[in-house]
Each structure stands twice: as structure tokens, then as C-alpha cells.
């Protein structure tokens, strides 16, 4: 078998196998694998368009067009249907070419964790975690995100911890009235779930709404005399009104709900910005980048409103759409919003008058979030070059790995590796290692053989080849180096990527089969990127060091309770969290917990009370 495009036979048949209907087309590779997920309302002439002699695809997509083996398709009914589906399986499948916008962990989102019995609000800038979870963003202003949620937490009591500070009693929040006790239960699940309904409309542009929905109750309150229930709500609403007029955009027709997107671009970044206007004013900003090369502007920006509207309520869809340029699919995308929202959605690119100049705005934000993306780019590129020019490297180095060994005495030691791509942090190939080399133990500490463990687990030769790094650094000096290179030298690597080492007294660069450092101004900045890589790895070894050491000390207590192994003492974790708590718990809690009997319930009591009788 061959690729599609060598197949002129095989090509034609598989297209006239297509039908002219609305539907999904997949295109798989060469183990079957799939490449590329994709939806139109005309699947035979979509699906003819990759392969057209003379047709201008992105460079991704015509990479992806020679891969192609095999074309399947699902025929639905309507094209919105088929949107639907072709989100489902994207989702499903995470095909490598559908990838369009970055998930730089750049622009912080709101979570509400509605998995949860009772939920929890917090900020974060990864999107992982239980599927019912909801997420609102990504947001551009990280500060005006900060002081929205920390007013919505004085407008209504929430859960404050992850965790209960005591087993038995609230905390000082619910003293406070910040928290309406959670912890104990003080609170119905359902009680509490109506207040972070209500938090949830701040952050899905619906502030107007909920104050409507305030004042009515205010006003049943006061009504029934129940004055100091009105008076509560009073000050929600006058919070939430502070909330609503420190927007300063607003539009002459304020019984519209719309939302503005824009772009702007250069030959490797594309920078999005969505401007949420809800009752005539701007109640947020978000931002997305994308690759240049993923698609043309406007089917980027097709792409953009589809995968952002498919994470969003039905409420939170807005009336009216206006777009930078006019949409490919733009009739498809109303209607299918239009469905989802059970109301009539208009899709615009305005080109006079306020509306023009409101979408002005939103090109220029997108334009300074470029200048912004360019200049750290190009930070980093210098900082690359630099350190391809005092390595004399042939190119620069793209991917880089850092190695650093943490432990006290021989205890609990841990090695740490972290991985910098063009220069940035990439969190999700950072690794952990425990040490297992028999000659480390506590009080006898061997720096050169855990690194070399490390080095020689990473490259294993049983492992996967196809990732290695440009550059690996190791956190030390000559000694932790030539353990390394020994390691390198039995797998026959020593060509396959550059190796050194960074010293942290003097920062010194020693190189393999070198006796002295490299000498390099402390500012050059090729050396600073090495610090950062290095100072990184320091901390990721530390911080599972710390992690370590401390469920070791947790448990060697209660590894002195006869009877108590590690499964029960697990159990008990679990449910009192720490061994702090646990001396603190009475001995009729400590036997209701599950796998404790009265008898080892009574040894673990007796054992933290010597007194008891």
C-alpha cells in the first residue's frame, strides 16, 4: 500500500465514494491512525479540495495530505449536526493535525468544580480535571479576573479550602461569614449549589440578570418583614452594581447581548481577542493564539468562535456575533448556535459607524497582544542563539533537559527532570525519580551515581528514541558530568545530543572531556537561560523531596502501633489527613473509620494517650 496521493486509482475510487451531503470525513495515516477530523456540508467537494492540483493549503495541511492512506465519512442530517459530531469525535480522538489554538497556559481561566458535592471557585491556566467541571475564559486581564472573583467571594459565602482545617468545627472564615460551613455540613448540597449558580452568571456576562433576580427576592424578603434577609441581599446588589460600572466600553443599544472577535498575525503567530458585551458593557475580555500556518484568518477565527461556544451554556451564547472578516462558515456556525440557544443568533462584520469602531478596538488589543507574544519571542530566540554561540552548536537548541539530585544526609533522595522547548517550560514532560542505587542510603550520599541512575533510566536503550533532547544540562560540576558521559559512552550516545554541566557557586560551564570551565559573562544571555533551566530543576527536586520526606515522617510514626500496616494506615490518612489530627481524634472516630476494627482502634488510641484506661 501506498499514501492517496501515489494512488491516483485508489484516490479517484474513494472520492466518488464520498456523497455531496453534510457530514464528517476523516483521513487516516499509514497505521490506521487518525490525522485529521473534519466537517462540511458538502463532503465529496470538501474532501476534493485537499487533493486539487493547484490548491493553496497551510504547510501543516499539506504535510497532512501526503500521509493520508484512508478517507472514511459519517453522513448526518444537517450541518449543524455535523458540527456537533465533529466536535465529539475531535474531542475523542485528538487528532495531531486538528490542532489549531495553543494551550500556552498563558491566560488564566475560572474553574467551578461541579463534580463536587460542594463546589470550589479558583483560578487556574490548565484546563484538566473531571469533565463536569466548568471552565470560564481563557482571560486576557489576570488582575481584573483577581479582583472579580475576590469581590464575588465577599458577595456570597463560598467554600474557601480544599481541605476542613479541623475535623469537628468551622473555621475562622465561617465566623467571618466568608464560608457557610461546609466543612460540617452546615449547609445543604443543594442550598449551597443555588449560591454557585449564582456565581456562575458573573462570570458568564449575565451580572444585569442576577441583579433582577436579587431585587425580586429583596423585595419578597421585605414583603414577609424578614428585614435582615432584604438587607443582606441589599448589599449583594449594590457589590455586584460596583462590579458592573467599572466597565468603561459601552454601546448606545444596551438590550443586546454581543459578543466582538478580532485578530491580528504574522508569519508564526496569530493573537485573538473576544470581547464580551452584555447590557450595553464590557464584562470581559478573553484571548486565544494560534498558529499562523493552521488555517487562513478567517477560518481561524471560524475555528476559534466554534471551539469557544462549545465549551459555553446555551445562556451565555450572545444574540448577536461581530467578526473581524467575514466567516467561511459562517451560515453554518448561526445556525447551530441558533440551536443550541433556542433563539434566533446573528453573525455580522460591521463596517461603519460604532460598531465598526468597536471592533477596531478589539483589532487593536489583538495587535498589542502580538507586539507583546513577538517581543518575548524574540527574547527567547536570543537567548537560544546566545547559548548555540558559547556551545558552538551547529543550530539552536530546541529542546533542552535539566537533571538536578535533592536529598538530606542520603534520605529520601529524588532526581528531578525538566524540559525547556524554544526556551519555555514544557510541564507536561517534567519527570520525578526515586533513586534506587543500593549504595545510597541515609548518612551516605552519592551525587555521582544517582545521576547517572537518572541518565541511565532516561536513555535507556529500551526506550522510546524519537524524543531526545538538543541539550542536556546537568546541576553540577566535572564529577557529576563524567558520571553522565560513562553512562552515555555504554549506550553509544555520547554523538547523539550535547551534554554539560552547570556549576552553582561560580556558574560554570564545563563541557565533556574538558578540564576547565567555559568562561561566559554572567549577563550573556545564553547563560541565563541556562540558570533558569537549571534553577528550575532545582526546584521541581526539592519540591518532591519535601513531598517525600514528609510522607515518611507521617508515616514512621504509626509504623510503631503494632498491627497497623501500611493498607490501614493508608485508610487512616485518608480520612483524618494527617497523623496531627489523627492524635487528636477520639477513639469512637478512629474505630468507625473503614478497615478499623474497636480492637486496633483502641492500640492506635492507647498508643497517641499512653494514659487511657
Not at 507583546?372 to 558559547?390: F, P
Amino acid at each position: 500500500m501506498t499514501p492517496l496521493v501515489q494512488n491516483k486509482d485508489k484516490l479517484n475510487e474513494r472520492l466518488q465514494e464520498i456523497p455531496p451531503e453534510p457530514g464528517v470525513y476523516f483521513m487516516r495515516g499509514k497505521d490506521d491512525q487518525i490525522l485529521y477530523i473534519g466537517k462540511s456540508k458538502n463532503l465529496r467537494n470538501r474532501v476534493r479540495s485537499y487533493f486539487r492540483p493547484g490548491q493553496e493549503l497551510s504547510p501543516r495541511i499539506a504535510m497532512m495530505v501526503q500521509l493520508v492512506w484512508e478517507i472514511e465519512f459519517i453522513v448526518t442530517d444537517t450541518e449543524a449536526e455535523a458540527l456537533a459530531l465533529e466536535d465529539n469525535l475531535i474531542k475523542q480522538y485528538q487528532p495531531y493535525y486538528n490542532v489549531l489554538l495553543k494551550d500556552d497556559k498563558k491566560y488564566p481561566y475560572v474553574c467551578i468544580t461541579w463534580s463536587e458535592e460542594y463546589p470550589r471557585i479558583f483560578i487556574t491556566r490548565r484546563k484538566t480535571g473531571n469533565p463536569r467541571d466548568r471552565y470560564y475564559g481563557p482571560y486576557v486581564d489576570s488582575f481584573a479576573l483577581k479582583r472579580t472573583l475576590w469581590l464575588v467571594k465577599r458577595i456570597f459565602p463560598l467554600r474557601q479550602r480544599p481541605q476542613p482545617l479541623f475535623k469537628d468545627r468551622p473555621c475562622l472564615n465561617y465566623d467571618l461569614g466568608l464560608c457557610p460551613g461546609v466543612c460540617q455540613r452546615l449547609i445543604t448540597p443543594e442550598e449551597y449549589r443555588k449560591t454557585m449558580h449564582k456565581v456562575a452568571m458573573v462570570f458568564q456576562g449575565r451580572i444585569k440578570e442576577l441583579v433582577e433576580n436579587l431585587t425580586e427576592r429583596m423585595e419578597q424578603y421585605a414583603e414577609n418583614l424578614e428585614f435582615e434577609q432584604a438587607a443582606r441581599i441589599r448589599d449583594q446588589i449594590n457589590i455586584l452594581k460596583t462590579l458592573h460600572t467599572d466597565q468603561k466600553v459601552t454601546l448606545p443599544d444596551d438590550t443586546i447581548s454581543r459578543d466582538a472577535i478580532a485578530l491580528a498575525q504574522d508569519e508564526h503567530h496569530t493573537c485573538i481577542q473576544l470581547f464580551q458585551i452584555r447590557a450595553g458593557r464590557l464584562v470581559g475580555r478573553l484571548g486565544f493564539v494560534a498558529d499562523s500556518q493552521s488555517a487562513d484568518p478567517a477560518m481561524i477565527l471560524q475555528r476559534t468562535l466554534e471551539a469557544h461556544y462549545q465549551n459555553c451554556e446555551p445562556q451565555e451564547i450572545p444574540t448577536e456575533i461581530h467578526t473581524q472578516l467575514e466567516l467561511p462558515e459562517g451560515e453554518l456556525l448561526a445556525a447551530w448556535l441558533s440551536e443550541r440557544k433556542q433563539k434566533k443568533v446573528y453573525l455580522y462584520t460591521p463596517q461603519r459607524q460604532q460598531k465598526a469602531e468597536l471592533m477596531e478596538m478589539v483589532e487593536r488589543n489583538a495587535q498589542y497582544e502580538l507586539a507583546r507574544i513577538q517581543k518575548q519571542s524574540d527574547r527567547n530566540l536570543a537567548s537560544l542563539e546566545g547559548l548555540a554561540e558559547i556551545l558552538n552548536l551547529e543550530d539552536i537548541p530546541h529542546r533542552i533537559e535539566g537533571y538536578d539530585i535533592s536529598h538530606i544526609q542520603g534520605t529520601d533522595v529524588v532526581a528531578s527532570q525538566v524540559v525547556f522547548i524554544d526556551g519555555l517550560p514544557a510541564k507536561q514532560f517534567y519527570r520525578h525519580y526515586k533513586i534506587r542505587h543500593p549504595a545510597v542510603q541515609p548518612g551516605h550520599s552519592d551525587d555521582f551515581a544517582s545521576m547517572a541512575e537518572v541518565i541511565g533510566r532516561r536513555f535507556h536503550p529500551s526506550k522510546p528514541q524519537d524524543d531526545y533532547p538538543d541539550l542536556v544540562m546537568i546541576d553540577g560540576g566535572k564529577g557529576q558530568l563524567a558520571a553522565v558521559m560513562s553512562v552515555l559512552r555504554k549506550y553509544n550516545l555520547t554523538d547523539a545530543f550535547m551534554v554539560i554541566s552547570l556549576a552553582k557557586k561560580r556558574e560554570e560551564i564545563f563541557l565533556p572531556g574538558e578540564s576547565q570551565p567555559l568562561v561566559i559573562d554572567r549577563e550573556h544571555p545564553g547563560l541565563q537561560l541556562l540558570r533558569r533551566v537549571r534553577d528550575e530543576a532545582h526546584r521541581f527536586a526539592v519540591s518532591f523531596h519535601r513531598q517525600k520526606r514528609s510522607q515518611r515522617m507521617q508515616q514512621s510514626i504509626l509504623d510503631q502501633i503494632p498491627g497497623l500496616g501500611q493498607q490501614r494506615q493508608k485508610l487512616l490518612l485518608d480520612k483524618f489527613h494527617s497523623v496531627e489530627y489523627l492524635r487528636q481524634a477520639s477513639l469512637e472516630q478512629i474505630a468507625t473509620t473503614p478497615g478499623i476494627g474497636e480492637k486496633l482502634a483502641y492500640k492506635i488510641y492507647s498508643f497517641f494517650h499512653p494514659d487511657y484506661s
